[in-house]
């Protein structure tokens, strides 16, 4: 008798005709084979195996160099049930429309089965993805971002307990491209990109998309948040969690080498992108990084934003999009130093001065986690590690502190619902435009918003002691327009006044926002800041805050009945306060 997997292979087979089926086993030995068809179809381009040994780089098609948000759309029965954040499209229309583009797609092309565990292999809250997908380049950064091969299908055995992606390149003309997630059936589809998050499925398809609904009806939370451990001088690790919007710098304080080190604080990395978190039967939550590698953004990337990653794939790496010097070692604008001359750039072509980015803005590196120097001894522990504070964030130039904290969890997931950043030209070509992107989950939750920020109000409730919640901001802008906080490294002094928080050793002044630091409570020894800049970076503007609490209102409107009774008072709270701290002029 088949098994519920074989029968979906073939399936598949029979709907996307490939000239042969492979099941992938995660060995060297299939990788030394795929490398090899990959030089020599030209997927890959050997770097300079002296300095970068086992290392590729992959040019994608250049109208497939991001994850496409118009493209990737919730397949619930009901509309509402995907909600006013997510592009709906029903099931049966889906399937209609994109059926047709996966019939035949891989003729005359290999249908690789990749399966994979997403989490620590023995851990309990680890899950089962299968991958059909036609691209080898697919397959090769699957091995690195997740554990993959004989080991997920030791632990599937017949059950039919796993989610189900199907993939293929198409044409990759961006009018037949669709990512599609079928939450109700946790089933993925995606047609017509073989770029990033589009066709790497155990990323942001499964474990945040398909994952987040999972968790909403099996009582646990996916979430797009960086884990990290903070050591201090008596040895004691704080676990953390916390999510930024993109272009936040999520990866750089992941593997941040501290500016405290010599002090005796050290920041270990757990991940750098999506959390899965569990309430323990000691009533703690408890968080599993489901990757097993980092996909991070190359430009901008160097000795001093992030010295772990740049030691980390000097080997065993796959980038993609990035230039290529003439000595075959890989290239991006922020690298450090000057432009090498005799550049290609990421699409191949002879760079010719400085005017166009010679990396694509969005090139990337794919890189086993272990690889990285700052990764925590349990950073594949399968009981996962015990968060203490959750941090939200975002990118305000003049609103928010460098840093506050939440008067409790339900405080907390106001803040974190109310999340917004500003944009940068790098995202969107449009400059300092607010975006409102609630626990970073915007582009990633995989149902009615409004039930997301219920679920989160049930998780706080069910928690013996939940973690503290807390918000940063590294961007503030003085007067001159100039960021008052130096960031990088010195983004650990932010994270030590949350652990005194945490253990009642550090002050802080009462705001309508919430609790914000003390200049005395931070730990600014051997930073050249000024008083003025510090009380600017605390500083909180009841004017500013009333014209946010308006923009809040009208975000929260998209909602209607959807949106949680909890979150209104929370709102009205703020509101209440800010009024209170207004002083009236006579
Ligand atoms: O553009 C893509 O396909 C990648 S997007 C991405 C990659 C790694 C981690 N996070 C993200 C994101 O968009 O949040
Ligand atoms: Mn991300």
């Given at each position: 008798?088949?098994?519920?997997l ?5 399936e598949?087979a029979?709907?996307?005709?490939p000239s ?18 990959m ?24 109208n497939?160099?991001?994850?496409t ?7 619930t ?10 592009n709906w499209?029903?099931?049966q229309?889906?399937?209609e ?22 989490g ?20 090769a ?18 059950s ?14 961006p ?24 066709a ?21 939370m ?31 304080l ?6 405290l080190?010599?002090?005796g ?42 010295p ?9 790496t796959?980038?993609t ?13 922020g690298i ?10 990421w ?5 010719k ?9 969005n ?24 968060i203490?504070?959750l941090i ?6 003049r ?20 999340m917004?950043?500003e944009?940068?030209a ?7 435009v607010?975006?409102r ?15 997301y ?22 961007f ?21 006044w ?18 914000v ?13 000024s ?18 609490s ?5 975000f929260f ?12 008072t929370?709102?009205?709270?703020l509101?209440d306060r ?9």
């Amino acid at each position: 008798m088949s098994t519920p997997l074989e029968n979906w292979v073939e399936e598949s087979a029979k709907l996307t005709k490939p000239s042969k089926v492979v099941w992938c086993d995660g060995s060297e030995a299939e990788n030394n084979r795929l490398v090899d068809e990959m030089l020599g179809d030209q997927t890959y381009i050997e770097l300079n195996p002296k300095t970068y040994p086992g290392s590729y780089l992959h040019r994608s098609n250049p109208n497939d160099v991001a994850r496409t948000e118009n493209l990737t759309f919730i397949c619930t029965s009901q509309r509402a049930d995907a909600g006013p954040t997510n592009n709906w499209m029903s099931p049966q229309d889906a399937k209609e429309k994109v059926t047709p583009l996966f019939d035949g797609a891989m003729r005359n092309r290999t249908m690789y089965v990749v399966p994979y565990v997403m989490g620590p292999e023995k851990s309990p809250y680890s899950k089962i993805g299968v991958e059909i997908t036609d691209s080898a380049y697919v397959v090769a950064s699957m091995k690195i971002m997740s554990r993959m091969g004989g080991v997920a299908l030791e632990r599937l055995g017949n059950s039919p307990d796993f989610v189900p992606g199907l993939h293929s390149l198409g044409d990759l003309d961006p009018e037949r491209r669709f990512i599609l997630h079928f939450p109700e059936e946790h089933l993925i589809w995606s047609v017509g990109s073989g770029y990033g998050g589009n066709a790497l499925l155990g990323k942001k398809c499964f474990a945040l998309r398909i994952a987040s609904y999972m968790a909403h009806t099996q009582g646990w939370m996916a979430e797009h948040m960086l884990i990290l451990g903070l050591e201090d001088p008596s040895g004691k690790v704080t676990y953390m969690a916390a999510a930024f919007p993109s272009a936040c710098g999520k990866t750089n304080l992941a593997m941040m080498v501290s500016a405290l080190e010599e002090q005796g604080y050290r920041v270990w990395t757990i991940g750098d992108d999506i959390a899965w978190m569990h309430i323990a039967s000691d009533g703690t939550l408890r968080a599993i990084n489901p990757e097993a590698g980092f996909f991070g953004v190359a430009p901008g990337t160097n000795e001093k934003t992030n010295p772990n990653i740049m030691d980390a794939v000097h080997h065993n790496t796959i980038f993609t999009n990035v230039a290529l010097t003439p000595s075959h070692e890989p290239w991006w604008e922020g690298i450090d130093g000057p432009m090498p001359s005799g550049l290609v750039n990421w699409k191949g072509e002879v760079q010719k001065g400085s005017s166009a980015a010679a990396a694509h803005p969005n090139s990337r590196y794919t890189v086993p986690a272990a690889q990285s120097p700052s990764i925590s001894p349990r950073w594949d522990d399968p009981e996962g590690v015990p968060i203490s504070a959750l941090i939200f964030g975002g990118r305000r130039a003049r609103l928010a502190p460098l840093v506050f904290e939440s008067r409790n969890w339900q405080h907390g997931v106001f803040v974190g619902a109310t999340m917004a950043s500003e944009t940068t030209a790098a995202a969107t070509g449009a400059v300092g435009v607010t975006r409102r992107d609630p626990m970073a989950m915007l582009p990633f939750c995989g149902y009615n918003m409004g039930d997301y920020f219920a679920h989160w109000l049930e998780m706080g409730a069910k928690l013996k002691n939940p973690p503290r919640i807390f918000h940063v901001n590294w961007f503030r802008r003085g007067a001159d327009g100039k960021f008052l906080w130096p960031g990088y490294g010195e983004n650990v002094r932010v994270l030590k006044w949350m652990i005194d928080r945490i253990e009642g050793k550090a002050g802080a002044t009462e705001t309508p926002i919430g609790n914000v630091p003390t200049p005395e409570s931070l730990t600014l020894e051997g930073l050249d800041i000024s008083p003025e800049a510090v009380n600017e970076l605390l500083r909180v503007d009841p004017l500013a805050w009333v014209e946010e609490s308006q923009a809040i209102g009208k975000f929260f409107e998209k909602f209607g009945s959807r949106l949680p009774e909890e979150l209104r008072t929370e709102h009205q709270n703020l509101a209440d306060r800010l009024q209170r701290s207004i002083v009236p002029v006579k």
